[in-house]
């Protein structure tokens, strides 16, 4: 495997709707296709299963945004270490969202993240375009694998 993401949680409910964290989202990027697996190295990555009040606090420290958001994305991009994303429990459940829905929109989310480390934006529309592109191709490529 040549992405391993170390999954934290500091939200209870994530495990309601995944059991087994750490081997889900691992199990999600060996499903990326070739261009984003990293073959020729092992990469790690950081991501944080939180809700609306922690990463609330988040946004306000780092983007100085007073509110909560669906995800954060803190690219470093420090020798194999592509960065952390953090992720709210609350938006991904909203409106309440049964466990295959949750878990699709939280791999929709999670891919959306990693471009984001890897140095996509959206602050443009080409940029935009460009970014839900490939946001499309990483998630078929996902639940190609899945199904």
């Known amino acids: ?6 999954v934290f949680s500091e939200d209870n409910n994530w495990s309601k ?5 750490e081997a889900f989202f691992n199990s999600i990027c060996k499903l990326f296709p070739k261009e984003y697996k ?3 190295k092992k990469v790690y990555l950081s991501l944080l299963l939180s809700n609306n009040k922690e990463i609330k606090k988040l946004n306000k420290k780092f983007r100085k945004k007073n509110k909560a958001t ?3 994305s803190f690219p470093l991009n420090k020798e194999n270490y592509l960065g952390d994303i953090i992720i709210s429990y609350n ?3 909203e409106p309440k969202k049964k466990t295959q829905l949750f ?6 989310t999670f891919i959306h993240g990693f ?6 934006d959206h602050i443009k529309d080409q940029d935009y375009k460009k970014m839900i592109k490939e946001e499309d191709k990483i998630y078929q ?7």
């Open 141 to 147: 490529s996902v639940i190609s694998g899945l199904n």
């Open 103 to 108: 878990k699709d929109k939280v791999i929709k």
């Open 17 to 21: 709707k995944i059991k087994k964290k």
């Open 91 to 93: 938006f991904m459940n």
């Open 1 to 6: 495997m040549m992405i391993k993401v170390n």
């Open 115 to 120: 471009l984001h480390l890897l140095g996509h």
């Open 70 to 72: 669906d995800i954060l």
């Open 38 to 40: 990293f073959l020729k």
